[in-house]
T-cell receptor
Framework: GQQLNQSPQSMFIQEGEDVSMNCTSS?????WLWYKQDPGEGPVLLIA?????ELTSNGRLTAQFGITRKDSFLNISASIPSDVGIYFC???????????FGTGTRLKVLA | GAVVSQHPSWVICKSGTSVKIECRSL??????MFWYRQFPKQSLMLMAT?????????EQGVEKDKFLINHASLTLSTLTVTSAHPEDSSFYIC???????????????FGQGTRLTVV
């Protein structure tokens, strides 16, 4: 099935550092969502974006809906050990409500 | 709000048997639920869309006779893996959206997943 390209694929960072990851698509989406998945668990919704150019924050997380509607970015500031996990972006086209998931970014935080 | 519960969390079954996985929306009515499959270190792949009171819509390449989906009520969808084989071993995750409340703009909320191991 179709997937969105996420980068980086994985990253190791020191506690306290900021993190940036992005998600790109060849298709246009009307909604972008970012999820975090811990091992053996289902994804948990972090941020939802509904219109091009939108910038939304949730605590230390900030995400943006790209102007072209073909990309999105997620930033995590001042990372902490519990930020460890896999981050997935997901694009949503109107009408079908079917999610297309990104390939995931695996984040590891070194204390 | 917006809690989705999956049961069981893990299951081990013998090859050739069938396994049923339940997905429940606990505090909202879900007209639409989705079933995903996830292999280790990979992303979620949509298997099918489950609509309350009607037949599920399967993604290309997913065998509908192998993966039976029933969405008999607004709070429950089930996925039955029939005649399971070792290659069916995977992490299965459901999600649900409530078009009238949480999910009105399209957000879906996920269950905790079910780890299926076929031996």
């Amino acid at each position: 099935g179709q997937q969105l390209n996420q980068s980086p694929q994985s990253m190791f960072i020191q506690e306290g550092e900021d993190v940036s990851m992005n998600c790109t698509s060849s298709s246009i989406f009307n909604t972008w969502l970012w999820y975090k998945q811990d091992p053996g668990e289902g994804p948990v919704l972090l941020i939802a974006l509904y219109k091009a150019g939108e910038l939304t924050s949730n605590g230390r997380l900030t995400a943006q809906f790209g102007i072209t509607r073909k990309d999105s970015f997620l930033n995590i500031s001042a990372s902490i050990p519990s930020d460890v996990g896999i981050y997935f972006c997901a694009g949503l086209t109107s009408g079908t409500y079917k999610y297309i998931f990104g390939t995931g970014t695996r984040l590891k935080v070194l204390a | 709000g917006a809690v989705v519960s999956q049961h069981p969390s893990w299951v081990i079954c013998k090859s050739g048997t069938s396994v049923k996985i339940e997905c429940r929306s606990l505090d909202f009515q879900a007209t639409t639920m989705f079933w995903y499959r996830q292999f280790p270190k990979q992303s979620l792949m949509l298997m099918a869309t489950s609509n309350e009171g009607s037949k599920a819509t399967y993604e290309q390449g997913v065998e509908k006779d192998k993966f039976l989906i029933n969405h008999a009520s607004l709070t429950l969808s089930t996925l039955t893996v029939t005649s399971a084989h070792p290659e069916d071993s995977s992490f299965y995750i459901c999600s649900a959206r409530d078009p009238l409340g949480w999910g009105a703009k399209g957000e879906a909320f996920f269950g905790q997943g079910t780890r299926l191991t076929v031996v």
